[in-house]
């Protein structure tokens, strides 16, 4: 390509430019840090060289890259390395240009929603990384109501789709811009470019060729190894195609792949892949394995092998991993990153995984029955990064204080001991108790022992009344007239779901099947199934598909204005009344004014 193809392109890009920003409308040049970008970016700074800095002092102007945090670890060092010479070039033109740096926000970080959430790795029919990672930081930053040209490297070369996405809406008067809508448009000046034109104007640029300032920002010698090593080839114009290190949409990832060849120290990295997507599909059916993930007809899984003895324990997404298979994929990263780190110190640990992911990984953890802090334990043990118990946030301090002193004194087994399951079906009792007392968790001293013992007291005598002196009074005994009229009553949403399914589930109702209507039925069986479908409220309230572990921390009590357990246990107790009355008999359990928690 000649250097007079070149400058056509920048007189292009320079006309282009000067006509949006006299119409007011910002500029944002896409930079992902490959071949095709760099190239857009030299040309786009050749071109406003020309511009005096007067006419560029006010006018809105940007360079956004776009980080997933799973880039490759040698794409993010050269990258990483790349931002910072072109701030400084930015900087020593006194050109009023901002560097945007997009990053997913912390809870849509790809290990916090596999390791943190349960969030099964992405599939091709369930491709929900490049939302999170990609065009939810992006929305994050656009104006939507701000006029914007955004200048993409894209080439129709690449391939069919992109050349069609390319000539489709394309302008009249100037084929490069396409109009998104009446404020946004797309500008692609080198989309008629071949690869070997691409290398080309690379190594001219930065060869200072066109006897221009030079932009010393650019390295050719870097890029081009960098793609070279990415090829198994050896043609003079490499090209390959760099994305997330464990990039779970292709089953052999030949970039990655190349890149061990020539980096060997990146092959720990190579086998987490490997090893974890061993489980982007399957699930234990096996009652001798711990359960890894919950299978169901949800979305387009469209399966229905769900056994209740391999039931969800802990998953928090539907068809979530479980957290005991969760603590596994955690245990082999941080014993990848370690090695990695260990052979290259120049390794980019932290962008993939750093102290605040550890942090906002146990605290979903902690909810879900991790009372010993797995998460901080393993990476003290591995990465020996010490996260102490002040760095939990003032809710987890307060639960786990919560649940030591309640299991300690009023409860058979001990925290430290008990199962995921036990925990977290416990902390769920007890959010609805700070729920419904309105107990404010930032006001509370947890060193105030006399308040806070009067509060657990508080509870267990609450929870004890509900769980234990009612049953134990036999009022829940009774013949199936009984037991269809407590069915009929759920089903029309008169009655708690809490105590109905606690009822049944302990064997007091026994649910006369050829008294219950068909559809009433299969609601009822596949609520006692069907766990966690969903962490929302609206979605809870919805969803017919529930069991005590929802019902329990989204009951009926906010939406029938009950606000306190007092008037909960007397909207019991009435009903209680009113249905052995029919029956005349009369009843022997404690009335609410015997309890001296509501006294």
Known sequence: MRLTDYRDIIQNIKNVVADFLQKDYAISVAFSGGKDSTLTLILFFEAIKEFPLQFLENKKISINFSDTLMELPQYEIYVIETLKKIEEYIQKQGWNIKLNKIKPERKHKFFNLILGKGQTLPRRDFRWCTDRLKILPQEKLEDMEEKKLTIIGARKEESNDRKKRLEKNSSEENKYIKKVNDNKYLFAPIEDLKLEDVWEGIFLFSQNSFQTDPQEWINFTDIYNLYKSATSNKDLYPDARFGCWLCPLVKKDQTLMNLVEKYPQYQPLLEF???????????????????????????????????????????????????????????????????????????????????????????????????????????????????????????????????????????????????????????????????????????????????????????????????????????????????????????????????????????????????????????????????????????????????????????????????????????????????????????????????????
Request: aromatic share 18%; net charge negative; charged share 35%.
């Open 273 to 599: 892949r490997d090893f974890i997507m061993s489980y982007q599909t399957i699930w234990s059916k096996s009652p001798h394995l711990p359960p890894l993930r919950d299978i169901y007809n949800h979305r387009n899984f469209k399966v229905n092998l769900y056994k209740i003895k391999n039931h969800r324990q802990g998953m928090i997404s539907p068809g979530g991993y479980s957290l005991e298979t969760r603590i596994m994929f955690y245990e082999k990263l941080l014993t990848t990153l370690k090695e990695v780190k260990n052979l290259d110190k120049k390794f980019p640990l932290k962008v993939y995984l750093d102290e605040e992911d550890i942090k906002y990984i146990q605290e979903i953890w902690f909810f879900e029955g991790d009372y010993n802090l797995t998460a901080y334990k393993k990476a003290k043990e591995i990465l020996e990064i010490d996260i102490n118990y002040t760095n939990l946030s003032k809710e987890v301090r307060f639960y786990k204080q919560f649940l030591y002193l309640y299991t300690h004194y009023y409860c058979p087994y001990k925290a430290d001991e008990a199962s995921f399951s036990d925990i977290r079906d416990e902390i769920l009792i007890m959010k609805e108790f700070v729920k419904i007392n309105k107990i404010d968790i930032k006001e509370i001293d947890l060193m105030d022992k006399v308040y806070f013992g009067d509060l657990i007291h508080s509870y267990a005598t609450a929870r004890k009344f509900i769980f234990e002196e009612l049953r134990e009074k036999g009022v829940y005994f009774s013949d199936s007239s009984f037991e269809y009229k407590i069915a009929e009553e759920w089903f029309r949403d008169e009655i708690s779901f809490w105590v109905f399914e606690y009822l049944h589930r302990k064997g007091y109702v026994k649910f006369v099947e050829d008294k219950i209507r068909p559809d009433s039925l299969e609601r009822f069986y596949n609520a006692l199934e069907f766990m966690k479908v969903a962490d929302s409220v609206e979605a809870v309230e919805e969803n017919p598909f529930l069991t005590i572990e929802e019902k329990i921390e989204f009951m009926e009590l906010n939406r029938e204005g009950i606000n306190n357990y007092k008037i909960y246990l007397e909207k019991i107790e009435k009903y209680f009344d009113e249905l052995y009355a029919e029956k005349n008999e009369e009843q022997e359990y404690p009335k609410i004014s015997q309890l001296s928690l509501f006294s």
